[in-house]
């Protein structure tokens, strides 16, 4: 039994790692996105383009997203945004975000 257990957690572990590697290429593909936005100004049709193909499709669904329609315009408004993915996660964007919705709702 204790090497079920064992085997069971290793596998749910291991799952749980190529889930945040296929998240790591989903924040790749946002990143080369809004690259192309800032130098040709395509950046949001070329991430819906990627999102609605099959390798999009099993790429996001790797990564534990839903490959839905909703997700690809999601998708296409964070790059519309142009902030990329490492500043979009880090703290102090979200503080300054946090602080500008107090200012706005003030």
């Not at 945040?20 to 949001?44: C, E, R, W």
């Not at 315009?73 to 990329?84: A, K, P, Q, W």
Request: with cysteine; net charge negative; hydrophobic share 40%.
């Amino acid at each position: 039994m204790k090497d079920f257990v064992d085997g069971t957690a290793f596998n749910n572990e291991q799952g749980n790692r190529a889930r945040k590697l296929f998240a790591a290429v989903v924040l790749a593909a946002l990143d080369d996105a809004i690259a192309d936005d800032k130098k040709y100004g395509n950046g949001p049709e070329q991430i819906a383009r990627w999102a609605r193909s099959r390798d999009g499709r099993e790429v996001l669904s790797c990564a534990g997203i839903d490959p839905n329609e909703r997700v690809v315009t999601g998708l296409m408004e964070f790059v519309g945004r142009g902030v990329r993915t490492s500043v979009a996660l880090s703290r102090e964007e979200s503080e300054r975000r946090h602080a500008a919705e107090q200012a706005e709702a003030a």
